[in-house]
């Protein structure tokens, strides 16, 4: 069990961004935070990682194996997807797993610097990285943000057959799919503190666009899935 304990974060002499944070994320499961941009979200995923250490509070009990996808790369980054998939292989001291790319449909150029692949194929990359190891703890910041309709739902798969296994999944989602998952634990983040959700809605829209427009469509925040009908 890894427990998020009376965590507080503030940044240098700023407001505090985290304010008595507690969560239990259970192995098997899967534990969503929604909330609007800026309220904390990313902050708690890093402090929840081990990345950022936060202001006071702890978070324990977090396994040795830990995966983390930010929610961007850095724009200097300068490694090409196949060095990147090969350090973090290297590290974990287990082989790359490029048919992920392939279930993706990853469609850029691994040689090509990260810094220079599309969004959506950028994201792909992160995501075989992430789940390059799935028996600890993964901690998903936007998964779904960039990916085509076919790839978001993949990526569903994915969450779900870890959560399967025995990884504690840890995700932020503004599109909507983390939340359908089954058995997900959904919490809002507001004013720094974390609460849970007891339901969460959805609408489907019927709406008359071009072919040329639905995947433009399918790429809106909040846009789960979009079917074409006859």
């Given at each position: 069990m890894i427990t998020v304990d009376g965590v507080w974060m503030r940044y240098g002499r700023g407001p505090m961004v985290?304010?008595?944070?507690?969560?239990?994320?259970?192995?098997?499961?899967v534990t969503v935070v929604l909330g609007e941009n800026g309220c904390g979200k990313s902050t708690l995923l890093r402090i929840a990682a081990g990345i950022t250490v936060p202001s006071t509070g702890a978070v324990r009990g977090r396994p040795p194996s830990v995966s983390y996808l930010p929610e961007r790369f850095p724009d200097q980054l300068r490694l090409s997807a196949r060095a990147y998939l090969r350090h973090f292989a290297r590290i974990r001291r287990l082989p790359t797993r490029s048919e992920l790319l392939e279930r993706l449909g990853f469609a850029g150029d691994l040689d090509q610097p990260m810094s220079e692949l599309s969004k959506g194929n950028a994201q792909k990359?992160?995501?075989?990285?992430?789940?390059?190891c799935t028996d600890g703890f993964l901690?998903?910041?936007?998964?779904?943000?960039?990916?085509?309709?076919?790839?978001?739902?993949?990526?569903?798969?994915?969450?779900r057959e870890a959560a399967a296994s025995g990884a504690t999944v840890l995700v932020t989602d503004h599109t909507g799919a983390a939340a359908k998952l089954p058995g997900a634990t959904v919490h809002q983040m507001s004013e720094g503190q974390l609460r849970p959700v007891a339901e969460v809605g959805f609408v489907e829209l019927v709406v008359t666009c071009t072919s040329e427009a639905v995947d433009q469509v399918a790429q809106l925040p909040g846009v789960q899935s979009v079917r074409r009908m006859a």
């Open positions: 985290l304010r008595g944070v507690d969560a239990e994320l259970a192995p098997g499961t990359v992160g995501i075989t990285q992430t789940f390059g901690v998903l910041d936007e998964p779904w943000a960039g990916l085509d309709v076919a790839a978001r739902a993949v990526l569903s798969e994915l969450v």
